[in-house]
């Protein structure tokens, strides 16, 4: 026999787990601390039985709620609200567990919930929700046998019953669910955007380079879009976002470039590509290098091939880019030359002479490129991501001291020098590499992989790609791991499920409705019978299949107790010339009605296992048997 209050509790605290575990990293370590001894504490007090009073829970509830109510403000609403959840979900589970107290529970887990998605909306998220509903739905339904009989025990069989009973609740509303998800009205913009602005990821790409800001940089392998495109060798993957033109201080800014700048990109194999990045701040759309047209939402396109929002919103978008790699940018006139030719304050004399031995003699771009090539290879530079050189003299330092850094380092370092060299050079910000996921047909691209190159301006060439990282002992990591990997396949099948989950449903909007929608209607219109002929016949053929599904389930085999009470009915139909059907008189009130002895015995037997929900036993179903066949005998007579 299991206990119906064992089972319920345990589907409890599970419930309450799965409203903790996604808010955890978002909360204070206090409340977190306090979480879990209340979840120990409260499986401790279920098992003996005590729990502390109800003015003790009261007034617990009541101060950390006062406490996080004074933290409420405009710029303050979901973490006070969270701490608020966790801490008074903890207080439910260690005081005592009435049918309210459970309610209390669930709807707090809930909330819980709903609080981590204000964080982060991934599908994880739906995994959650979806364990969590089917949890609740069967303590709801264990929740009424317990709330007539608190020390209820069941047989093993018979909570199979109610267990398979619940689960039917959950799975019978998915069909309704996937007609309101397609035709209820949704913002266009996702609630906790609104609410929680510092949510948004913190991305690797950045709009302005300061050289020296930091000794190390992190690494947050976080996704920042991904690409479904062919795949490609690893060294044509540059994904282009920001120009940075001018300098303010030791600041590389962007600015727009000179009016009558137009862009041409030259021929070349045409790659396209359909980019959905992970919401931002940023009004810049990533694009391979070098793009050529951007199409599927509202831009803006700069002389340098620089595309931004015709907005700013944090909404998840998709759009569509024409590339040509490996290309260059020509100009259909020429360029303002000292508008790129503008260098930082604090030039140190040792830059003065470096920049004097590399254009010695020789006013050739390509010869410089060339020496200013091999000082980077001759000397040895190390790409690193940690104890770089920092301060006003970092760039002095990089070069001739420490002599590694990251790629910042690398590309301001270049375009100083090529500057002083009086070559127009400006900076390229965006990221390099990817990981392809063949499932999908997609790249994803991390944060980690964010990057800065340069584009050198050639007289008759154009804006060339110029990649000083390129030139360091060990190179800069743009290469995916062994795609054989069994750590890589489990992310590449983690993140195919949240590509589809971000495909699917976050940016399934109105717009998108009003396109099924839209879709529907033209199909409609063109339809003729030739058409629904298949269709027709598939849908006769799924109504025969459930036709005859229905006909053999009605016709199921009886159990044995149905057998002999459909015989017992019969045998005293002929003997009292009692006419009906099982069940249009009760067993006993029909035992009343003959005052026969024999059918007395047989409802005494039946009625004491079968009107207490429990099957006839082999000794109980020889001695209705038996029963039976004398009450056959005297109608026979």
Request: aromatic letters at 12%; a positive charge.
């Amino acid at each position: 026999m299991i206990r119906i209050r064992v089972v319920l509790l345990f589907l409890t605290y599970c419930i309450a787990l799965l409203g903790f575990i996604p808010l955890f990293p978002y909360i204070e370590i206090g409340p977190r601390i306090l979480f879990a001894a209340a979840f120990a504490a409260g499986i401790v007090a279920d098992y003996r039985s005590r729990h502390p009073g109800t003015a003790v829970t009261t007034l617990c509830s009541i101060l950390f709620f006062v406490y996080y109510g004074l933290q409420f403000g405009r710029d303050n609403i979901i973490a006070p609200a969270a701490n608020a959840i966790i801490l008074l979900l903890g207080v439910r589970l260690v005081g005592d567990k009435s049918g309210r107290n459970y309610l209390q529970i669930y709807v707090l887990a809930l909330m819980a919930l709903a609080a981590s998605s204000l964080y982060n909306l991934d599908a994880v998220f739906l995994v959650y929700l979806l364990v969590q509903l089917v949890l609740i739905s069967v303590s709801m339904v264990l929740l009424t046998f317990h709330g007539k009989d608190p020390r209820m025990n069941v047989s093993r069989t018979g909570m199979k019953k109610i267990l398979s009973a619940a689960l039917l609740i959950p799975l019978a509303t998915i069909p309704l669910t996937v007609l309101f998800f397609i035709i209820l009205p949704r913002t266009q913009y996702p609630l906790w955007q609104f609410v929680q602005h510092a949510s948004a990821n913190v991305s690797g790409f950045s709009e302005k380079i300061e050289p020296g800001s930091a000794s190390a940089t992190a690494s947050a392998k976080v996704v920042a879009f991904r690409a479904e495109s062919q795949r490609l060798e690893q060294d044509r993957l540059y994904w282009r976002g920001i120009v940075l033109n001018q300098i303010m201080g030791d600041t590389w800014v962007r600015n727009e470039p000179p009016s009558g700048e137009h862009a041409v990109v030259r021929g070349g194999a045409v790659i396209r590509q359909t980019i959905y990045p992970e919401p931002s701040r940023s009004r810049y759309l990533i694009t391979l290098n070098i793009p050529r047209q951007v199409t599927g939402t509202r831009t803006v396109q700069s002389g340098d091939q620089v595309f931004v929002k015709a907005y700013r919103s944090q909404r998840r978008i998709g759009y569509t880019v024409e590339s040509v790699p490996g290309s260059r940018i020509g100009l259909a006139m020429d360029i303002r030359r000292n508008f790129y030719l503008k260098l930082p304050t604090g030039i140190s004399p040792r830059m003065e002479k470096l920049a004097g031995d590399l254009k010695r003699g020789s006013r050739d771009q390509g010869q410089l490129l060339a020496r200013l090539r091999d000082f980077y290879t001759k000397a040895g530079f190390t790409y690193l991501t940690s104890g770089m050189p920092t301060g006003s003299s970092s760039i002095d330092t990089f070069l001739f001291e420490r002599r590694r850094g990251n790629c910042e380092l690398f590309a301001v370092s270049a375009a100083t020098l090529l500057r002083m060299c009086d070559v127009p050079t400006r900076l390229v910000g965006g990221y390099l590499g990817g990981d392809y996921n063949p499932l999908g047909g997609y790249y994803a691209v991390t944060e980690d992989m964010a990057h800065v190159w340069l584009e050198v301006y050639r007289e008759g060439e154009g804006w060339v790609t110029v990649d000083p990282t390129r030139w360091a002992v060990n190179g800069v990591r743009s290469g995916e791991g062994d795609s054989q990997a069994f750590g890589r396949q489990v992310r590449m099948y983690l993140d195919l499920f949240g590509y589809y989950w971000n495909r699917a449903v976050i940016t399934y909007d109105l717009e998108s409705q009003i396109s099924l929608a839209d879709r529907a209607g033209r199909t409609l219109k063109t339809l003729t019978f030739g058409d629904m002929k298949l269709p027709f016949a598939l849908l006769t053929i799924v109504a025969a299949v459930m036709g005859t599904v229905t006909f053999f389930r009605r016709r199921r085999r009886k159990t044995s107790e149905e057998k002999i009470l459909a015989e017992f009915f019969r045998l005293v139909d002929k003997r009292y010339g009692f006419v009906g059907e099982p069940g249009t008189f009760g067993l006993f009130e029909l035992a009343n009605y003959t005052g026969d002895v024999l059918v007395k015995q047989f409802v005494v037997i039946y009625g004491e296992a079968v009107y207490h929900d429990r099957p006839l036993t082999a000794l109980q179903i020889e001695q209705l048997k038996h029963i039976l066949s004398q009450i056959k005998q005297w109608s026979c007579r």
